[in-house]
């Protein structure tokens, strides 16, 4: 089953006041709305805050939701709304004036850019964690702590050609798994431009 079907079974679920539903949406969400919010807001409690109200709204409107895009989508939305509007609240909006509340349709890209960098930051990860530790520590140590491949090689007692050659089996490997995602990336780069 694909994700967009089991987001939709998810949702008639919690439609129908299923609590098991509604905890699943809960605990896969959670942590990525808080730090999406925290984006806008810059402080973790009133992130926190905003997403547990966010989704105590989900569950008291739940009878008439209507998602009509992916369900991470769908909350991305409310939760960028809900802190335009606890910006907006709290007179914070004088200092952002221009840079958030006139740019909605940037603020609307920048939705769509985390939903994909999101996306394939745990592409990235899950290919990352089949890839056999002393193949894909290379990569991590030159792309993550921005090690050089010389330091990389004194620190595995290797030789720079063979940092040289795992790092770029993880870097086919990555290609392979992100190639779905070049259609994706070309469509979200012609909507922008139009």
Same mark, same amino acid.
């Not at 808080?34 to 547990?52: C, G, N, P, R, Y």
């Not at 939701?65 to 609240?89: E, M």
């Not at 030159?142 to 790092?167: C, F, H, P, W």
């Given at each position: 089953?694909?994700?967009?079907?089991?987001?939709?079974?998810?949702?008639?679920?919690?439609?129908?006041?299923?609590?098991?539903?509604?905890?699943?949406?809960?605990?896969?969400?959670? /942590?990525? #709305?808080?730090?999406?919010? =925290?984006?806008?807001?810059?402080?973790?409690?009133?992130? @926190?805050? *905003? !997403?547990?109200?966010?989704?105590?709204?989900?569950?008291?409107?739940?009878?008439?939701?209507?998602?009509?895009?992916?369900?991470?989508?769908?909350?991305?939305?409310?939760?960028?709304?809900?802190?335009?509007?606890?910006?907006?609240?709290?007179?914070?909006?004088?200092?952002?004036?221009?840079?958030?509340?006139?740019? /909605?349709? #940037?603020?609307?890209?920048? =939705?769509?850019?985390?939903?994909?960098?999101?996306?394939? @930051?745990? *592409? !990235?990860?899950?290919?990352?964690?089949?890839?056999?530790?002393?193949?894909?520590?290379?990569?991590?140590?030159?792309?993550?702590?921005?090690?050089?491949?010389?330091?990389?090689?004194?620190?595995?007692?290797?030789?720079?050609?063979?940092?040289?050659?795992?790092?770029?089996?993880?870097?086919?490997?990555?290609?392979?798994?992100?190639?779905?995602?070049?259609? =994706?990336?070309?469509?979200?780069?012609?909507?922008?431009?139009?």
């Amino acid at each position: 089953m694909d994700t967009f079907s089991f987001e939709r079974i998810l949702v008639e679920k919690l439609k129908g006041g299923d609590k098991s539903a509604f905890s699943s949406l809960f605990t896969a969400y959670y /942590s990525d #709305l808080v730090m999406f919010a =925290t984006t806008f807001l810059k402080d973790l409690d009133s992130s @926190e805050e *905003i !997403v547990q109200d966010v989704f105590l709204k989900l569950w008291e409107d739940r009878e008439i939701i209507t998602v009509t895009t992916t369900l991470k989508s769908f909350l991305l939305k409310l939760i960028q709304n809900r802190c335009l509007d606890w910006l907006r609240h709290a007179k914070v909006i004088h200092s952002h004036h221009d840079s958030v509340l006139n740019s /909605s349709p #940037l603020l609307e890209c920048d =939705t769509e850019n985390y939903i994909l960098r999101s996306e394939i @930051e745990k *592409i !990235v990860k899950k290919a990352l964690d089949k890839i056999p530790d002393e193949i894909a520590e290379p990569f991590k140590l030159n792309r993550y702590d921005g090690l050089k491949y010389r330091e990389i090689a004194e620190k595995m007692q290797v030789s720079n050609r063979t940092v040289e050659v795992r790092i770029g089996k993880v870097l086919q490997i990555l290609r392979d798994e992100l190639k779905d995602y070049l259609i =994706t990336f070309l469509m979200l780069l012609s909507h922008l431009l139009w």
